[in-house]
């Protein structure tokens, strides 16, 4: 077999694709791997969930000494250096996307870094630094997506930004408005937030992470008005024009009529889309749905053969497990195993402090698919280690098929909850009841004994809450 010709070519070397090319070649595929970045890991380990992690982590360091370092004798003028904090970021992604390269080629993945197109049904051309002519018996398209861009308020990279902007601003500004107060607009809110900008968040539905309970939304907005962001539910964004000083003018509409928000720079967060233009579906008869995602069946295939699609690419939510355990899937079928990826349980996370996290369904969920559940929840204020480390802002709510006792759905504000979530993750994959996670055995003092208590609470049988 010669280098132009593989048994797998995976465009976008992304979570979903690389890990895709790592399975293949574990599993004996020789695997060509096709990125348009000079390094591997995609969006999320470049500018995406990475490098916005590192930036939390650095903020939340310096609220913990700033904010609460009194109380614990730590004392001290406590300065920001912006510079540094960008430079540890950057170190982070440096170490990780080095990372892949290195298990990339020990795998004996070839690398074409180069913008993808098809050629053919199993043809791709790839043009960049060195132009190539590949093709495979199996492609996948795994090119992931990029930040929604609103058409009356284009990104212009300075005063209008993105996510890829928001994580890599020179200085620190005076006032920022986040539009969208989902995953990627809390996060970057928070970060801007913590350094000193004054965050305003502008909503177009009636609550803030609108995919959780309604119990959960609400607390995350309590918690995070107390730490500093400021909220506009309700609220229509219509344009922007340029105001005093440089700055810029938000226009929207909210509940009272027309209001306008000044600001130096306003982050747009409101979605993600596929990426897939430039691929030219078309030469290769792959059929799109209306929202620009790949169509796929239940085996991740098109409606052409040997040609599948996994990750952002496709129906399901933008999420790069999601991508990942898609990618291994996908490997598996290829090579006759049984790959399967199970949509019940995946796992979300807002990365604030508190983090935000949940799997399954939730209670307006559960209501509507007509299923009835008996709820328990525990507040982490009576939970000795969330006192004892300030961790005290939270609550974990586990939802339960009232018949069958089966956890249905479970929502976590609490610090470290994407730690957390995997727990419950786990106890949902085989099935598992309330009474399961009640009778497993928890450290204490541990803040998962949080995730006991409001199992026990299905129950009415919480020992530390009333």
């Known amino acids: 077999m010669s280098d132009s010709s593989f048994d797998l070519i995976v465009l976008g070397a992304g979570p979903g694709g690389y890990v895709c090319a790592l399975r293949a070649a574990q599993l004996g595929f020789t695997v060509a791997l096709v990125d348009k970045r000079g390094t591997l890991g995609g969006t999320c380990l470049n500018v995406g969930c990475i490098p916005s992690k590192a930036l939390l982590h650095s903020t939340e360091v310096l609220t913990a000494a700033r904010d609460h370092g009194k109380k614990h004798g730590i004392t001290g003028d406590i300065q920001v250096d912006l510079g540094a904090l960008m430079k540890n970021k950057d170190s982070v992604v440096k170490k990780l996307v080095g990372g892949v390269a290195q298990l990339v080629k020990a ?4 690398v074409f870094q180069g913008t993808a197109s098809f050629s053919g049904k199993n043809t791709i051309s790839v043009s960049g630094e060195k132009d190539a002519e590949i093709s495979g018996k199996n492609i996948v398209i795994a090119t992931g997506s990029k930040s929604v861009e609103l058409p009356f308020l284009p990104f212009d990279g300075e005063k209008i ?3 890829d902007e928001g994580i890599a601003l020179a200085e620190i500004p005076e006032k920022m408005v986040v539009v969208g107060a989902g995953a990627i607009g809390l996060e970057l809110g928070t970060v801007w937030q913590r350094l000193g900008a004054q965050v ?12 959780y ?6 607390l995350a907005e309590r918690i995070l008005k107390k730490q500093g962001l400021t909220f ?3 609220t229509k964004v219509t344009g922007s024009h340029e105001g005093k000083n440089g700055k810029i003018v938000l226009e929207a509409e909210g509940s009272k009529g027309k209001v306008e928000f000044e600001a130096d720079k306003v982050l747009v967060a409101v979605g993600r889309i596929p990426v897939t233009e430039g ?6 008869g792959i059929e799109t749905d209306d929202r620009g995602r790949v169509k796929v069946d239940k085996n991740f295939a098109t409606n052409v053969d040997g ?3 996994i990750g952002d690419v496709i129906q399901g939510p933008m999420l790069a497990h999601k991508a990942e355990e898609e990618g291994v899937a996908l490997a598996e079928n290829l090579a006759g195993k049984a790959g399967h990826v199970n949509y019940g349980v995946i796992p979300a996370v807002i990365y604030t402090d508190p983090e935000i996290a949940s799997v399954g369904i939730t209670a307006e969920e559960a209501k509507d698919q007509g299923i009835e559940i008996n709820t328990g929840k525990f507040p982490l204020v009576a939970n000795g280690r969330a006192l004892a480390t ?3 802002d939270g609550v974990v709510i586990v939802h339960a098929d009232a018949k069958s006792d089966r956890v249905v759905g479970i929502q976590i504000v609490a610090r470290n909850a994407s730690e957390l979530i995997a727990a419950a993750v786990a106890h949902m994959e085989y099935g598992g009841s309330a009474e399961d996670i009640a009778r497993t055995v928890h450290a204490h003092p541990t803040l998962s004994e949080a995730l006991k208590e409001a199992a026990l609470a299905v129950d009415k049988r919480a020992l530390h809450s009333m």
Do not use: C, G, M, W
């Not at 795998?107 to 070839?110: A, E, G, S």
């Not at 691929?279 to 290769?284: N, R």
């Open 307 to 309: 040609v599948y699609a």
């Open 200 to 211: 305003d968040v502008v909503e177009f539905l009636p609550k803030i992470a609108p995919t």
């Open 232 to 234: 506009h539910k309700s």
């Open 213 to 218: 309970d309604e119990e959960v939304s609400k």
């Open 107 to 110: 795998r004996k993945i070839q």
């Open 279 to 284: 691929l030219k579906l078309e030469e290769a």
């Open 161 to 163: 930004i993105s996510s």
């Open 390 to 392: 300030d961790a005290t």
